[in-house]
T-cell receptor, first 117, second 114 residues
Framework: AQTVTQSQPEMSVQEAETVTLSCTYDTSESNYYLFWYKQPPSRQMILVIRQEAYKQQNATENRFSVNFQKAAKSFSLKISDSQLGDTAMYFCAFIYDYGGATNKLIFGTGTLLAVQP | EAQVTQNPRYLITVTGKKLTVTCSQNMNHEYMSWYRQDPGLGLRQIYYSMNVEVTDKGDVPEGYKVSRKEKRNFPLILESPSPNQTSLYFC?????????????FGSGTQLSVL
């Protein structure tokens, strides 16, 4: 069974600094996708970044980037120049693509990030 | 505006009183699903639907029902709610298989069953 593990329940960072959130996953599949979602206090789930397993290049979106280590099954999120608006719960998620209809995202338990002024 | 609309945002009910949480999307998405979010457990899929009249169980379907009579609507039904169904619920949709398409989430429904 596929699992996603986020070992840091809570983290704190000073404004303008860089922080890295950890995520590991377990799968025997080769074709899969990884995501980071942000959930601010408003509860809205917002897609931050996605990574296709077949791509070696790490995905980036402005201040957000990932370190995808396929052999180690690691998918960490780096937030540069942290801003107060980055305060949120961050979920790592996984889906494997077998061409079927399940479309089930498997989520980690989340990391609550607090950006301090 | 493209969106997934869930109602209500907050709901307090009592054990055994049937309730429905509505979900509607205006993006002509084929795929819709329901998740529940619990502290320390992340989000878990309850049910999903790949198209009209096609629904299937996710990881935690017990105590829930869904229907997909129209493409835009995917209500979640709790016929006899119990306290262990107290949770934050999310409806989500995507154009096609989510591995290839972004999943859009509703704003969530906080349900408390007393």
């Amino acid at each position: 069974a596929q699992t996603v593990t986020q070992s840091q329940p809570e983290m704190s960072v000073q404004e303008a600094e860089t922080v890295t959130l950890s995520c590991t996953y377990d799968t025997s599949e080769s074709n899969y996708y990884l995501f980071w979602y942000k959930q601010p206090p408003s509860r809205q789930m917002i897609l931050v970044i996605r990574q296709e397993a077949y791509k070696q290049q790490n995905a980036t979106e402005n201040r957000f980037s990932v370190n995808f280590q396929k052999a180690a099954k690691s998918f960490s999120l780096k937030i540069s120049d942290s801003q107060l608006g980055d305060t949120a719960m961050y979920f790592c998620a996984f889906i494997y693509d077998y061409g079927g209809a399940t479309n089930k995202l498997i989520f980690g338990t989340g990391t609550l990030l607090a950006v301090q002024p | 505006e493209a969106q997934v609309t869930q109602n209500p945002r907050y709901l307090i009910t009592v054990t055994g009183k049937k309730l429905t949480v509505t979900c509607s999307q205006n993006m002509n998405h084929e795929y819709m699903s329901w998740y529940r979010q619990d502290p320390g457990l992340g989000l878990r899929q309850i049910y999903y639907s790949m198209n009209v009249e096609v629904t299937d169980k996710g990881d935690v379907p017990e105590g829930y029902k869904v229907s997909r009579k129209e493409k835009r609507n995917f209500p979640l039904i709790l016929e006899s709610p119990s306290p262990n169904q107290t949770s934050l619920y999310f409806c989500a949709s995507s154009l096609s298989r989510v591995a290839l398409a972004e999943l859009f989430f509703g704003s969530g429904t906080q349900l408390s069953v007393l």
